[in-house]
């Protein structure tokens, strides 16, 4: 099984990024696909996840600037984030559950103030 995240970059306070991810290979039983961060300083963490039924979770800090979503017959998820902030600034990581957690290299997003 492969990730393959794209859509960081270099973005100024307040602007927008959509990172993606396509999962492929020998994927079975995919219930689960989210994306998580690794900020300066701090663990990995939560940052948004969706169910193949689309029921969707998301970390606090989110404050409804951000929103995922999903291609299941692409096996591609999605983060949209908008109202970025230089504290969302970190290395974003797709993920997985398909019988077991599948990570992604990850994609680094720069807010800038």
């Known amino acids: 099984v492969q990730l393959q995240a794209s859509g960081g970059g270099l973005v100024q306070a307040g602007g927008s990024l959509k990172l993606s991810c396509v999962a492929s290979?020998?994927?079975?039983?995919?219930?689960?696909m989210g994306w998580y961060r690794q900020t300066p300083g701090k663990q990995r963490e939560l940052v948004a996840r969706i169910s193949t039924a689309g029921i969707t979770n998301y970390a606090d800090f989110v404050e409804g600037r951000f929103t995922i979503s999903r291609d299941n017959a692409k096996n591609t998820v999605y983060l949209q984030m908008n109202s970025l902030k230089p504290e969302d600034t970190g290395v974003y990581y797709c993920?997985?559950?398909?019988?077991?957690?599948?990570w992604g290299r990850g994609t680094l997003v720069t807010v800038s103030s």
């Open positions: 993920n997985i559950y398909a019988q077991t957690d599948w």
């Open positions: 290979g020998r994927i079975f039983n995919l219930i689960q």
